[in-house]
C-alpha cells in the first residue's frame, strides 16, 4: 500500500515537469540593465530601416529589437583561453548575429566592445504534491417499506506532500564598452529557468533578444520579457 501511495504522486510529478520543459508555448525572460545612455554617438538615424535577421527557433510573435544604431563597428572580446572552443563561439555568434539586429556591423576596427558572462547555476526548489488516500464507508437507506439497506462507498481524502525539485537559472550577463575609452556604457543581466538540466543552448538566443529589447532599456528596473513559441 504504502509504494502505489509514493509511485503514483511521482509519476504527476515527473509528468508535470514535462509540461514545463517540454510542452510550454512560452519562453519568460527577467531582464535588468544599467547603462550611462543616451551616448550622441548612437543616434539613431531617421532614414535607417530594420535589419531582416532571424528570430529566435520556434518564436512566432515577438518583435526583432529597434535598431537605432547607424552602422557603428562592434567587436567581440576574445578571452583566450575559449577563442578556440567550439562551444563557446556557437555563443558568441548568437550574441554577435542580435547585435547586428541593432544596426551593428561587427568589425575588428569597432566603436564598441562586446563582453558576456554565462552561468546556469543549480537549486532545489520544494513543492506540495497532492495523492488521495482510498478509505471505504458504508450509506445505508431505507426503501419504500421501510428496511434498511446498506452499500460499502469508497471515497477518496485529498493530502499533500513536500516533494523537492531541481532547477536551473541560465544566466547572460552582457556588457557593452567604449572602444576609445575602453568604459562600459550598458550591461545587461537576463535570466530564465529550466528544469532537469541546463539549457544555456536553446535559452540564450531569447536571454540576448531580450536583454536587447527596446534598447537601451530602461535603466535599474526589473522587468519579464515574454516570447511566444511554437508548440512541440
Not at 478509505?135 to 506532500?161: E, H, I, K, W
Not at 550577463?173 to 539549457?199: C, H, M, V
Request: aromatic content about 12%.
Amino acid at each position: 500500500m504504502n509504494i502505489k501511495k509514493t509511485t503514483l504522486p511521482l509519476i504527476g510529478l515527473i509528468f508535470s515537469f514535462g509540461l514545463l520543459s517540454g510542452c510550454a508555448n512560452f519562453v519568460d525572460v527577467k531582464v535588468t540593465r544599467y547603462h550611462v545612455l543616451p551616448n550622441p554617438a548612437m543616434v539613431p538615424n531617421s532614414s535607417s530601416t530594420s535589419v531582416s535577421s532571424p528570430m529566435p527557433k520556434g518564436d512566432s510573435k515577438s518583435k526583432l529589437p529597434t535598431q537605432i544604431f547607424n552602422g557603428q563597428h562592434f567587436a567581440m572580446v576574445k578571452d583566450i583561453q575559449k577563442v578556440e572552443d567550439i562551444e563557446f563561439q556557437q555563443y558568441v555568434r548568437v550574441i554577435a548575429n542580435e547585435l547586428t539586429n541593432l544596426g551593428l556591423k561587427e568589425s575588428e576596427s569597432s566603436d564598441f566592445l562586446i563582453d558576456f558572462r554565462l552561468s546556469s547555476p543549480a537549486s532545489v526548489g520544494e513543492r506540495m504534491q497532492p495523492y488521495s488516500i482510498p478509505y471505504s464507508r458504508v450509506n445505508c437507506f431505507r426503501d419504500v417499506y421501510g428496511n434498511p439497506n446498506c452499500l460499502p462507498m469508497t471515497a477518496y481524502q485529498t493530502n499533500y506532500y513536500p516533494v523537492k525539485y531541481n532547477f536551473f537559472t541560465n544566466e547572460l550577463s552582457l556588457f557593452i564598452s567604449d572602444a576609445k575609452t575602453n568604459q562600459r556604457i550598458w550591461q545587461g543581466r537576463s535570466e530564465s529557468i529550466s528544469y532537469d538540466e541546463p539549457n544555456m543552448k536553446g535559452l540564450l538566443p531569447y536571454m540576448t533578444r531580450a536583454a536587447l529589447s527596446n534598447f537601451p532599456g530602461p535603466s535599474g528596473i526589473t522587468e519579464t520579457v515574454r516570447f511566444s513559441v511554437d508548440k512541440k
